[in-house]
Nanobody, 125 residues
Framework: VQLQAFGGGLVQLGGSLRLSCGAS????????MAWFRQAPGKEREFVAH????????VYSDSVKDRFTVPRSNVKNTVYLQMNNLKPEDTAVYYC???????????????????WGQGTEVTVSS
């Protein structure tokens, strides 16, 4: 599965941005999907996860109540809606797909089998 993440850019403090993640030639409906991010000099960290049937979402404490992770299986796309952005949200954002029937560790990078190329988000103060 080749994932493509896009929608990053420069945004001011308190602004909003929506990232998208899609896959050409393969339906994402059978995959749990997640977003991670990696800031310069830091490890990749979990941001959000959504189950394959959109029945459940999980968020990191740092983005909870500001970010949402909707998906559209019709459009074969997973989104990361980011609101009230802060400078500490600056990072390269990656989408990831999990082919397991049951996602046991959604916060772990090891859970995911496929990764997108990343899209950069910069929040200016």
């Amino acid at each position: 599965v080749q994932l493509q993440a896009f929608g990053g850019g420069l945004v001011q403090l308190g602004g909003s941005l929506r990232l998208s993640c899609g896959a050409s030639g393969r339906s994402l409906s059978g995959y749990g999907m997640a977003w991670f991010r990696q800031a310069p000099g830091k490890e990749r960290e979990f941001v959000a996860h959504i189950t394959r049937n959109s029945g459940r979402t999980v968020y990191s404490d740092s983005v909870k109540d500001r970010f949402t992770v909707p998906r559209s299986n019709v459009k074969n796309t997973v989104y990361l809606q980011m609101n009230n952005l802060k400078p500490e949200d600056t990072a390269v954002y990656y989408c990831a797909a999990d082919r397991a029937v049951l996602t046991t560790s959604p916060r772990s990078t090891h859970q995911y089998h496929y990764w997108g190329q990343g899209t950069e988000v910069t929040v200016s103060s």
